[in-house]
Nanobody
Framework: VQLQASGGGLVQAGGSLRLSCSAS????????IGWFRQAPGKEREYISC?????????AYADSVKGRFTISRDNPKNTVYLIMNSLTPEDTAVYFC?????????????????????????WGQGTLVTVSS
């Protein structure tokens, strides 16, 4: 089982991108899904998480709140991250992870999602480069 993050690319500062997280061999609907990113020379950081159902309020790191929007389409087995008002500081490889199902409940996912060790599946990442 592997997740696949896609949609990265080169964009100018102030621009937008939409990333997708899809999966083969597993239904993402069983899991809360988190997005993380790793900039060159830095540790991987949490940026956003969405619960198993669309009606659950997603969570965001302060660094992206108000600029990024996470959503999911369970019939398409895909989670999206829409990134607006991008800055060069957003340059990173972006990863999606599936939070262990036992931690994916509506009252729990926002607490456990920022912790990478609670994620059971990961994608290979997609590179986002924001030019100034």
């Amino acid at each position: 089982v592997q997740l696949q993050a896609s949609g990265g690319g080169l964009v100018q500062a102030g621009g937008s991108l939409r990333l997708s997280c899809s999966a083969s061999g597993v239904s993402l609907g069983y899991y809360a899904i988190g997005w993380f990113r790793q900039a060159p020379g830095k540790e991987r950081e949490y940026i956003s998480c969405i619960g198993r159902r669309t009606e659950e309020t997603p969570a965001y790191a302060d660094s992206v709140k108000g600029r990024f929007t996470i959503s999911r389409d369970n019939p398409k087995n895909t989670v999206y991250l829409i990134m607006n008002s991008l800055t060069p500081e957003d340059t990173a490889v972006y990863f999606c992870g599936a939070l262990r199902s036992s931690y994916s409940g509506p009252r729990a996912f926002s607490r456990y999602c920022p912790v990478q060790s609670f994620h059971t599946y990961w994608g290979q990442g997609t590179l986002v480069t924001v030019s100034s």
